[in-house]
Each structure stands twice: as C-alpha cells, then as structure tokens.
C-alpha cells in the first residue's frame, strides 16, 4: 500500500496519510510504517474512522498489550 508522509516542523513527528486503518495492512506496510516511526518517534494518521476493534487490531501491529498496574484486567 502507499502512503504519504508529512515530517513535522516539531522537533520529531510526521502525518500519515492515504492508509484506511479500519482495514488490515499488509505485513509490507506495518514494515514501512514501523521505519517511520522509529525515524520520527511519533506518528498520527489524521482522518481516521476506526472502531475499538480496528485500534486494536492496528495496536499489535506494533508489539502486545503490555499490563497496567493501575487497572485491573
């Protein structure tokens, strides 16, 4: 999938657009947006209209959930 990024004038940041994360990605594209976030440390894809279940599914795109001490399970 393509996509376009927008490097911010901040010091780090950068816009992705033209991904609709309501639909799975392809295993290419989680590579390529995982490069643009280690290279910017902080993404945003503005836009979006995802439900609880496409934040997740896109979350562990990225590693686990990790525990909360603070909140019960």
């Known amino acids: 999938m393509r996509f376009t990024v927008t490097v911010s004038d901040q010091a780090c940041g ?12 392809d295993s290419a594209t989680i590579t390529e947006l995982r490069a643009v976030w280690l290279e ?26 990790a525990g909360d001490p603070y909140i019960a399970r």
């Open 40 to 65: 910017h440390h902080v993404i945003c894809f503005p836009e979006q209209h995802i439900n609880d279940d496409d934040l997740e599914r896109f979350s562990q795109y990225f590693g686990e959930f």
């Open 14 to 25: 950068a816009s992705i657009e033209g991904l609709d994360l309501s639909q799975p990605l």
